[in-house]
């Protein structure tokens, strides 16, 4: 009325000044304006509301609360306090003499939309946001546009005389937003992305915007159940919960404390929300503030809350066992990161198989008895740290083992191509050393480490066309050599490496002397030397070359330092293993994957060619590679931020790509290929592989399917499914066609199409797990396969994590096809593989897969229909 004094406050961009400004007008009431220094200050405009007995004001949400707990005893003129803006979360006090009005209106139904006198009378519930005022209609509507009756979660649409016409030049934005009311088939809704539900008295309780959602370590979690849970500690007045990332992939949650009075404890508010929400949502720093910073429009600024001190207020994250601090300390060393938390996921952190044993080996040697299968199954440190059983040193046999060994599965494969030069056949890495390395210390290390893992010893003689392997002479010597090219050019020396590599390649002899060679190349002038070292595949794989590499430069440092070489315990012989392979291929369980790997044959379609294939053409003199890189940003991203999105693993997404850019090459979604697994699984519960040097390898044909699959999510999931099923890793595919008694087996086995294409992601290597100084190269070192031999695929698709980036190789026959042809596969892949990041980086990837719910034993549409009803 003409006698009311009302407020304005809120500022011109903010569509509640409209509201503030015409009723009092139109009605002859007084306006008065609030000065810039007193609008936000909560002291400041208490007592400017009181010096100008001002009966009606409008004041902010956050700025509200902060003054709702002030002496308000001399405002007698005021009548009313209207409010709104953002969610309220307290109610006021009986002390408090004026009526407190909430209302909700989005900018699309400016200005007001629903309105309510907040009672005085504390609830379990938030403080409602009223009834529609006149002219304004409301829906609370499920996921088919359905009304939800009393109680019920739903999202809020409006309408009404107040509803805009939609976005300035923004028509795409316009008809997502403002639909056709579904109900009477006439006029327009807004839909404004806020959970509500009626309460039994008519009026509306608002939850949060759909929007405040995130996903942290695999979970999608509303910031505001985080919000509420601290607001009912007795110390706290206000809160703000953030999902921050302050470094790249680092992601947490912050939360912001206003206190009442007395300021609470962090730990103490942590112990408070761990008592009420589960782990995840506990937040990882808790910083106290006198008040929040507030926008123009009396909003919370969010973006102005300070970096939390994470140092000394991480204490949900940070290590509360011996336990724990020994897997933190495992964890930052082996995945190269500086900061990692007992809540934090494995596979969230760019984890893969590969690394998982680094970490068990780690774990052994630091007394934790743990397995693979089990970091596979908790993937946090905290539960992890839960389980694990404290032992002493491994009990594997110390000694020298000796004698005749069963070939493995992969050995026999190796036999089976029946190469012209199977001695020439190896692996081999080329390091960067110091120059002021000793030649004599680094002899005596490589010995060392010869005799420390027994499989370097293995020798071959063939008897009636059968291979067999035993232990050599524990007597036998590394070929060791010294090569200085210091008098010779740059170009020059990389030449000598390159012809002296050459020759150590086709000089091992699997039936005399030992696997393994070594050459140190001086280079003179202080430039890092080169060291080569040489050993047939036969006795190493990928993961044994991070344990060799390892021992040999621990105990070249202990040479050094002038201490006895002492290394790390052995784990489970790979003599033992082999025999270990043989009885199991023997157990009836095992034979219960036939059905898997004997499936119903489907049509494959082969790859296409550039020259006739004719018998003898792929050879390995006529391989060629072709490389491509993601950047460092990419890497990070493929290992660290998009595993959340579908609960995936690296080889889920790379296999993805793999099956996309062959289907746009060949006409054909259906893909049949080799892959290759480390192969040292969790079989018996009495070995440990972690320390174990040897050839372990598992090769195993798969069907990947993508027919009819577009979108990147859902192919993402259907491929992650479809590897989930493999038995085992897939180890049991070559136990079952090589080490098998029953005969019709191996043979039907056998009778599979080979694959042309194999993949094989070799995974992360580091050199921080190398002496200073040491570092890998990828300067050429001579052929490490005979070019006599043939190659066992058309195109062999190899990856690994070098210094942050992913590379991949595809190689290839030029006998067969052209370079540019693989050059396009290979872009096509790395379009694919971009694609797949992009998706998983945005908003709308999320989701799970039945393999996530093991227990559940559903398919992908009755899980996707049970996720579908818990939306709301």
Sequence with gaps: NTVDRATQLAGPAFDASAWEVWPYLTVGASLYIVDEETRLWPEKLRDWLVANAITIAFIPTPLLETMLGLDWSGALALRTILTGGDKLHHYPTPSIPFELVNN???????????????????????????????????????????????????????????????????????????????????????????LVRYLPEGNIEFANRFDTQVKIRGFRIELSEIEVVITQHPLVRDVVVLLREDRPGVKYLAAYVVPKQDYPKPEDLQQFIKEKLPSYMVPASFTILEAFPITPNGKVDRKALPLPALESNSASSEPRTANEAILVKIWQDVLGLRQVGIYDNFFALGGESIIAMQIITRANQAGLKLTPKQLFAHQTIAELAAIAVTTTVTQAEQGVVTGAVPLTPIQHWFFEQDSPEPHH???????????????????QAVQQVFLHHDALRLQYVQQDGEWQQRHGDIDATVPFQVVDLSNHAATEQQKAIADHGNAEQRAIDLCQGVLMRVMLFQLGNHNPGRLLVVIHHLAVDGVSWRILLEDLSMAYQQLEHRKAIALPPKTTSFKE?????????????????LDYWLRPAVPIVSLPVDYPVV????????????????????????????????????????????????????????????????????????TNLSRTVGWFTSLFPVLLNLTGIDHPGEALKFIKEQLRQIPQRGIGYGILRYLSCDGEVPKKLRSLRVPEVS????????????????????????????????????????????????????????????????????????TALDGLITHCLSPEADGYTPSDFPELNMNQAELDEILSELEF
């Design 104 to 194: 909700y209106g989005p900018t699309e139904n400016t200005v007001v939309t629903t309105s309510g006198v907040v009672p005085v009378r504390e609830q379990n519930n938030h403080p409602h946001i009223g009834r529609p005022i006149d002219n304004c209609c409301v829906y609370i509507l499920d996921r088919h546009l359905q009304p939800l009756p009393i109680g019920v979660w739903g999202e809020l649409y409006v309408g009404g005389s107040s509803l805009a016409r939609g976005y300035w030049n923004r028509p795409d934005l316009t008809l997502e937003r403002f639909i056709h009311h579904p109900l009477i088939h006439a006029g327009r809704l807004y839909k404004t992305g806020d």
């Design 425 to 443: 056949f190896n692996q081999a890495v080329l390091l960067e050393v110091p120059a002021e390395i000793q030649p004599e210390f680094l002899q």
């Design 577 to 593: 293993w082999a025999i270990r392979l043989q009885e199991y291929a023997q157990d009836s369980q095992l034979y219960s994957e």
């Design 759 to 830: 993949f094989n992601y070799l995974g992360q290597f580091d050199p921080t797990q190398l002496a200073a100084g040491w570092q890998y190269t990828q300067e050429y070192s001579g052929d490490l396969h005979s070019p006599l031999g043939q190659r066992s695929h058309l195109l062999n698709v190899n990856g690994l994590v070098a210094e942050g980036r992913l590379k991949l190789e595809w190689n290839y026959s030029q006998n067969i096809h052209r370079t540019r042809t693989i050059e396009d596969l290979a872009n096509a892949y790395m």
């Design 615 to 686: 018998a003898g053409a792929n050879t390995v003199a006529s391989r060629a590679t072709v490389s491509r890189t993601l950047t460092v940003e990419q890497t990070r991203a493929l290992l660290q931020d998009v595993p959340s999105a579908y609960n995936t693993q690296i080889n889920d997404v790379l296999l993805t790509a793999l099956v996309q850019s062959f289907a746009q090459w060949t006409g054909s979604s259906v893909f049949w290929v080799h892959l290759e697994g480390h192969g040292r699984e969790d079989l018996f519960t009495s």
